[in-house]
C-alpha cells in the first residue's frame, strides 16, 4: 500500500512563494507518474501540474510559469514550487500517484491527505 503525505502549504500573501513536498512510502516511487491537485471550497478538484516516471512535465494553464513540479526518486518525493502566488490559487493540495507512470491514470492513483494553502490579498 503506498502512502503519501504532503506538507509545505500555509499562509502566504500574494506575490509570495511556498514549496509543497510529498513523500512517498510502501512503494516504487520511480515507476510512478506525480501530480498536484487542488481543491477550493465548493469547486471540484483540478489537475495542477503532472510529472511522468520519465521526469516529461504538464501545467494547467493558470499556473504556467509560476508553478514548477519536480521529483527526486531517491528520497521519493515530489515537489510543487509555487511562486507569485495569487488569491485564487488558494485551495487544499492534493499529491497523487498514478501506478502507470504515465501521470493520467488518475482513477487507479493514490492520494494523499492534502495541505491548505492559502492566499491573502
Known amino acids: 500500500q503506498v502512502q503519501l503525505v504532503e506538507s509545505g502549504g500555509g499562509l502566504v500573501q500574494a506575490g509570495g512563494s511556498l514549496r509543497l513536498s510529498c513523500v512517498a512510502s510502501?512503494?516504487?516511487?520511480?515507476?510512478?507518474?506525480m501530480g498536484w491537485f487542488r481543491q477550493a471550497p465548493g469547486k471540484q478538484r483540478d489537475l495542477v501540474a503532472v510529472?511522468?516516471?520519465?521526469?516529461?512535465?504538464n501545467y494547467q494553464d493558470s499556473v504556467k510559469g509560476r508553478f514548477t513540479i519536480s521529483r527526486v526518486n531517491a528520497k521519493n518525493t515530489v515537489y510543487l514550487q509555487m511562486n507569485s502566488l495569487k488569491p485564487e490559487d488558494t485551495a487544499v493540495y492534493y499529491c497523487?500517484?498514478?501506478?502507470?507512470?504515465?501521470?493520467?491514470?488518475?482513477?487507479?492513483?493514490?492520494w494523499g491527505q492534502g495541505t491548505q494553502v492559502t492566499v491573502s490579498s
Open positions: 497523487a500517484a498514478d501506478p502507470s507512470g504515465r501521470g493520467s491514470n488518475w482513477y487507479q492513483a493514490y
Open positions: 510502501g512503494g516504487t516511487f520511480r515507476r510512478y507518474g
Open positions: 510529472i511522468t516516471d520519465g521526469g516529461t512535465t
